[in-house]
Nanobody
Framework: QGPLVESGGGSVQAGGSLTLSCVVARDIYNRNCMGWFRQLPLPEKGREGVAVIDRDGNTDYAGSVKGRFTISRDNFQSTIYLQMDALKPDDPAVYYC???????????????????WGQGTQVTVTA
């Protein structure tokens, strides 16, 4: 297994909920930021920043998920969570957990600020 291991993906009806988990290796868990990104079925778009959380618990969200998704962390378990509620047909993607570079970040939702990645977990939303 790698330093970040996601789980919890699956298929859910529109309007439903899923919770993603990411177990993070201890040596990178305290990086500046931990985040969830997603790769939509448009490879040229790159990975979209969904939600991030820093060491102090401060969070940022993409506008498209604000109010529906919640990122959290369990420092005892070195685990990052993404609670996804009110899932929409726009949300299906491969969701990735990532750890940022351990330095000042210009844009916390920018994939280029992140140095370590999980293998991804598929989320499907059915009508």
């Amino acid at each position: 297994q790698g330093p970040l291991v996601e789980s919890g993906g699956g298929s859910v009806q529109a309007g439903g909920s899923l919770t993603l988990s990411c177990v993070v290796a201890r040596d990178i868990y305290n990086r500046n930021c931990m985040g969830w990104f997603r790769q939509l079925p448009l490879p040229e778009k790159g990975r979209e920043g969904v939600a991030v959380i820093d060491r102090d618990g401060n969070t940022d969200y993409a506008g498209s998920v604000k109010g529906r998704f919640t990122i959290s962390r369990d420092n005892f378990q070195s685990t990052i969570y993404l609670q996804m509620d009110a899932l929409k047909p726009d949300d299906p993607a491969v969701y990735y957990c990532a750890a940022s570079r351990d330095s000042w970040l210009r844009n916390r939702l920018d994939q280029n600020e992140y140095a370590s990645w999980g293998q991804g977990t598929q989320v499907t939303v059915t009508a």
